[in-house]
């Protein structure tokens, strides 16, 4: 069975930074693309950043470019987002996914995903 993890979210106050992780088990992603998305109260889930198979083409929407980095250490089947200077507006859930489809193509739909985890509540107060 597969599973992703996310973890390190929280509350943080504006201007502050958090890292997430996303831990996958059951199967390795090393070769596949990953993403992170975000779904706010009441909004439909969104592209937030992805990463390839080894790291070097990452992609992001632009309300977080230059504010957010991913990246991913595949010894670990471990896929991260580094936030900094959080904003009220970035308040979320944020989910991690994983892509079957072997591509280097950026993918930023969620149906260009297969696998999903639980996601984690960030939070940023004013």
């Known amino acids: 069975q597969v599973q992703l993890v996310e973890s390190g979210g929280g509350l943080v106050q504006a201007g502050g930074s958090l890292r997430l992780s996303c831990t996958a088990s059951g199967r390795t992603f090393s070769t596949n693309t990953m993403g992170w998305f975000r779904q706010a109260p009441g909004k439909e889930r969104y592209f937030v950043a992805g990463i390839n198979w080894n790291g070097a083409n990452t992609y992001y929407a632009d309300s977080v470019k230059g504010r957010f980095a991913i990246s991913r250490n595949n010894a670990k089947n471990t896929v991260y987002l580094q936030m900094n200077s959080l904003q009220p507006e970035d308040t979320a859930v944020y989910y991690c996914?994983?892509?079957?489809?072997?591509?280097?193509?950026?993918?930023?739909?969620?149906?260009?995903?297969?696998?999903w985890g639980q996601g984690t509540q960030v939070t940023v107060s004013s």
């Open positions: 996914a994983a892509r079957l489809t072997l591509s280097e193509k950026p993918a930023t739909g969620i149906p260009e995903y297969d696998y």
